[in-house]
């Protein structure tokens, strides 16, 4: 992620590959059949940001035979076949006595920037239908002496205090930083400055003057992280470099497998989690020709840098300096309601990150910050988790014009006229003038706010059967402020039929993301745990918040046409 006006602007990372697991895992022999061995990883709830996880820290469960799932396969359609198998695919036991057998876990450090909140495990140990299930708290794996030396470390680096009121501690979620006095709003709770910042002029100068020029900073910037992972204990920054999350760490989708991405197939997520994977092996051949020039010292993967790129786009902050990586502030975890947030701070030539607080904190709270108004899709797209109810949700729809209708073109030509420009991020995705972002109608007998003005005028042109009313539209732009089809069509039956297409296309989707949640939720099995089951909730967060927004739509989009017809 990089940081845009100080609010992060996220990107998306992800791949298929049986080696990327969740954190350290507990190996579960199986005496029978060796091939039937598997890992597996104790995944956690929480109420607040839930996607770290639990390292299984027992082993030798004997297991025996496997599961032959066909049965139950039998009466579901592609889809569903296709889900349960992979359910399936990673859990072939049948004797499941072992899971009766005491757990010891602890949390692994994985340090995504995610937000508070309070963390328990409701694990059973059993299949009965026992009374409550055993509550199990768990802590960080981070060791406290780790901790005090990486903070002595970056103030030593730096020559001056990072923070006097922050200390980096224990959570549910990896490594956070902590209150470790009492803090008022207002005060500064930490300052980097930018001599111990990470950005892309801290590649090494003979690699640099190889670098072409269409290589953005954030692929610059993960190919510095690449160098720095390469020289190990000699890089300058190894401290901050290995307290970084891991592949297995990591649930940015472009770290999910082709099975993992059909329980998203719904939701735009999907298609963007593709153009993410193309644009990073895009750069990944620019990136791997400048290495192969140091073929002994950087040998270069798609898998490294993949993950490094996932680094940099989760954690860097746009800067002077392009973007940047700041350590000890990126241990700040995320809270959607929050207002305190990154800041660059240029005091006469001095340079500088800080954090402000934005509300009182009692000495071992943990301390939070937003890292935008970021619905689910961008979250679980480029930070790897998600919320279970996010007020900022929205759905990325698309419509195209029928290649049979016979005005398609003069349509296309009008709609190009009065188009809105073109949106790039940084990472160089743009988004084009037939897509459109819903947002939560919060009022079905309200103006409709969260229905983007550019969808109706859309569907108003599709709408529209001569070209006749096609020139009226135009006129009526160019007479006005230059907005194409912003106005409702005085025709009111056209205008009906218009939002009527609208009704339909949504209500379409809502029937979409229904199916997939129930088949999301057939899914759900006391053992059904570790790198599949986080993935799994992640996506059922993802599909709920659009389902959410979509029937927000819905209800108003009824009530307007119900209005016109009465009126």
Known sequence: MVLSSWNKTLFKNGESDARVRVGATASIPTSADPRARHRYTLIGTHLSHPHREARLQSSLFNCSSTVRPAPLLADLNHQQG?????????????????????????????????????????????????PEPEEVSCCS???????????????????????????????????????????????????????????????LSEINVLVPDEVANVAKLAMVVVVEQKMGQHSEWAPYISSLPRPGEMHNTIFWSEKEMEMIRQSSVYEETITK?????????????????????????????????????????????????????????????????????????????????????????????????????????????????????????????PQHDPLRTKKLELLHRYRTPTIEDVSGVS???????????????????????????????????????????????????????????????????????????????IEGHIMSIQLLDSLTCPVMFGELALRRRMARDLLSGELRVLKSASEWLKYYCTELSES
Request: with cysteine; glycine share 6%.
């Open 431 to 509: 988004s084009s003038q037939d897509s459109f972002t819903l947002k939560e109608v919060r009022s079905a007998k309200g103006k409709g706010r969260g229905i983007p003005q550019s969808l109706r005028a859309f569907a108003r042109v599709l709408c529209c059967s001569s070209s006749q009313e096609l020139r009226d539209l135009a006129r009526e732009a160019a007479q006005n402020d230059g907005r194409l089809a912003r106005r409702p069509l005085k025709n009111e039956s056209r205008e009906i039929e218009a939002h009527q297409f609208l009704l339909s296309r949504i209500n379409l989707l």
């Open 277 to 401: 994977n193309a644009h990073i092996e895009k750069d990944f051949l620019v990136v791997k020709a400048v290495f192969d020039h140091f073929p002994e010292t950087f040998g270069i993967t798609f898998d490294v840098f993949q993950h490094a790129y996932a680094l940099v786009e989760s954690r860097a902050w746009r800067s002077t300096r392009g973007v940047s990586l700041i350590p000890f502030a990126d241990f700040l975890n995320h809270d959607g309601a929050a207002e305190a947030d990154v800041i660059y701070v240029d005091d006469e030539g001095k340079e500088r990150s800080e954090v402000i607080a934005d509300r009182n904190y009692a000495p071992g709270e943990q301390v939070l910050i937003r890292y935008g108004k970021f619905s689910n899709a961008t979250l679980l797209l480029d930070y790897g988790f998600t919320l279970p109810y996010n007020i900022y949700d929205e759905v990325q729809i698309r419509f195209n014009i």
């Open 82 to 130: 296709l889900i349960m198998l992979l359910w399936w695919s990673t859990l072939r036991i049948v004797n499941l006595s072992w899971l009766r057998l005491p757990l010891f876990f602890s949390l692994s450090d994985c340090n995504n920037k995610v937000g508070g909140g309070v963390f328990k495990f409701k694990l059973s140990t059993s299949f009965s239908s026992s």
């Open 141 to 203: 794996v981070l060791d406290e002496k780790d901790s005090d030396d990486f903070l002595t470390w970056l103030e030593r680096k730096v020559g001056v205090q990072i923070s006097s009121v922050l200390s980096i501690g224990k959570s549910a979620y990896g490594r956070s930083l902590l209150a470790s006095k009492s803090i008022q709003t207002g005060d500064c709770m930490l300052r980097v400055p930018d001599s111990v910042q990470i950005a892309p002029d801290n590649l």
